[in-house]
Each structure stands twice: as C-alpha cells, then as structure tokens.
C-alpha cells in the first residue's frame, strides 16, 4: 500500500468511527490531515464535506473521507465541488471498484451504518485500490466532468 496524504471529517453522527480511523491510517504509514468534529456537539455535515474537498482541490490531500450518521448527507455536499468525486460505500467491492473504474476520490461512510472493523477493511480496500486508466474508464469519466463544467457555469 502507498503512503498517502488522507483528509478526514465527520460530523456529530459519525465522530465515533473518525478516531479509530484516523488509528488505523497512521498504522498503515499514512499522513493524516484531520478537519473535525473534534466533539459530539451537534454539527452541520456541508462543513466538514467542504474541508476535506478543500484539502483535496488545493493539492493538500490525495483522498478524502467522510463520516456522517449514514454517508448520504457527507456524500451529497462532497459531490456538488468541482473534481471531488465521492461515494458511500458500505463494502468492500465497492470501495475498491469505485476507485478503479469511476476513480472515485472520497470515501463516505455512514457511522450509524457501519461498525469499526468493516469500516475499518472498507477503508483499507479503498486505499489500496488506484483507478486503472482504462480507456472506456476515462471517456466516461470524461462525460461525468463535462456535466460539472456545464453545470457549474
Ligand atoms: C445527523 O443527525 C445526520 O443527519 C447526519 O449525520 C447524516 O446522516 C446526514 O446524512
């Protein structure tokens, strides 16, 4: 697995997997750049989805992730900035898959969803996979940023 720079955040519903995640990648050799929450304090999901697709868009983190109480907040904000390209994902297949074919950049998880070992291989497969380049692969990634230009003006 390569060392990678990895942004994560979470607001109040997934604060409980945020710590024993950021545990796990620090085992694994990766840098980690942590947006919050830093308590249980209820808190508002666009925030965090907004830091790490920051950190992501300025070059500061080369994947995100992203906990909410069930990922579909986090994932819905996370996907409305230019280049993050996020998904929940509750297995494993996904999470390797979603890297591969759709070079999926953000990781979202759904902390009322998941516990901390699946969550845990979730994430370990997501890292592990890289997007392979593939022709019919990038034309329709192609098409997906055409949508964002279109969109975006
Ligand atoms: C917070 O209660 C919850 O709505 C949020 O964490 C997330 O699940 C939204 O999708």
């Not at 500061?60 to 996907?79: E, P």
């Not at 998880?109 to 901390?116: H, N, P, Q, S």
């Amino acid at each position: 697995m390569f060392r990678m720079r990895i942004a994560i955040a979470a607001d109040h519903g997934g604060f409980s997997l945020k710590a024993p995640l950021i545990e796990l990648l620090k085992q694994d050799g990766h840098e980690v750049l942590d947006f919050g929450a830093y308590n249980t304090e209820r808190s508002d999901y666009p925030d965090f989805a907004r830091a790490v697709g920051d950190a992501l868009q300025r070059g500061l983190a080369d994947r995100g992730v992203l906990i909410c109480g069930s990922g579909v907040g986090a994932c819905i904000a996370a996907n409305k900035m230019r280049g993050i390209r996020a998904s929940v994902c509750h297995d494993t297949y996904s999470a390797h898959q979603g890297v591969e074919h759709d070079d999926m950049n953000v990781l979202v998880l759904g902390a009322r969803i998941v516990g901390v070992e699946l969550a845990s291989e979730i994430l370990r497969a997501f890292l592990g996979a890289r997007f392979n380049g593939i022709e019919r692969y990038v034309a329709r990634l192609k098409k997906v940023e055409q949508m964002e230009r279109e969109s975006c003006e």
